[in-house]
């Protein structure tokens, strides 16, 4: 099945806020709730920053936050720091799969 | 949250037989859904297969489907991925993972699959 849609890279400086993407179509993103986002830094496994389109999983900071409009849901990092950088990936339940999708991930990089 | 340690990776010729495994611990494995997802080397994250807690449902990408098997053993809290007739696409990290509406909660280390002659 076809992947969620992120940009391939997005960048900001320290402090600043930006926001990756992730666009589905009705049968994923835009009609369920079970959407997640990961952070993965090199060498290491992914890691669940954002369940259910904007909740938390304890220990992860409140400069991450998620959203969905429509087809489209958005990951925002505020007050940039280097340790975020890393690649992100968007995953969406899907009714038409058994198995779950993914975006093909962006890399972040803090200037 | 629990935590997921993978084994059984290693270097195979292709159309060798590889038996990956997930040890679980510090939840309730037996009450989860549980994935196993892999990662080309400096690709994307794809998903390979699911099983339902019990064991009664399994799912598996087109690519994978009659040449893996995913199983588990609820009384050992144990996930395993049984790979058949592996071919060079097929190298990369796999990872187990918890699933919660295919979501991925808790994953582990990965254990890197080589096909190579």
């Known amino acids: 099945q076809s992947a969620l849609t992120q940009p391939a890279s997005v960048s900001g400086s320290p402090g600043q806020s930006i926001t990756i993407s992730c666009t589905g179509t009705s049968s994923d993103v835009g009609d369920y709730n079970y959407v997640s986002w990961y952070q993965q830094h090199p060498g290491k496994a992914p890691k669940l920053i954002i369940s259910?389109?904007?909740k938390r999983p304890s220990g992860v900071s409140n400069r991450f936050s998620g959203s969905k409009s429509g087809n489209t849901a958005s990951l925002t990092i505020s007050g940039l720091q280097a340790e975020d950088e890393a690649d992100y990936y968007c995953?969406?339940?899907?009714?038409?799969?058994?198995?779950?999708?993914f975006g093909g991930g962006t890399k972040l990089t803090v200037l | 949250e629990g935590q997921l340690v993978e084994s059984g990776g290693g270097l195979v010729q292709p159309g060798e037989s590889l038996r990956l495994s997930c040890a679980a611990s510090?939840?309730?494995?037996?009450?989860?859904?549980m994935s196993w997802v892999r990662q080309a080397p400096g690709k994307g994250l794809e998903w390979v297969a699911n099983i339902k807690y019990d064991g009664s449902e399994k799912n598996y990408v087109d690519s994978v489907k009659g040449r893996f098997t995913i199983s588990r053993d609820n009384a050992k809290n144990s996930l395993y991925l049984e790979m058949n007739s592996l071919r060079a696409e097929d190298m990369a990290v796999y990872y187990c993972?918890?699933?919660?509406?295919?979501?991925?909660?808790?994953w582990g280390q990965g254990t890197l699959v080589t096909v190579s002659s």
């Open positions: 993972a918890r699933d919660q509406w295919q979501q991925l909660i808790v």
């Open positions: 510090g939840f309730g494995f037996s009450n989860y859904w």
């Open positions: 259910d389109v904007n």
């Open positions: 995953s969406s339940y899907t009714s038409r799969s058994t198995l779950g999708i």
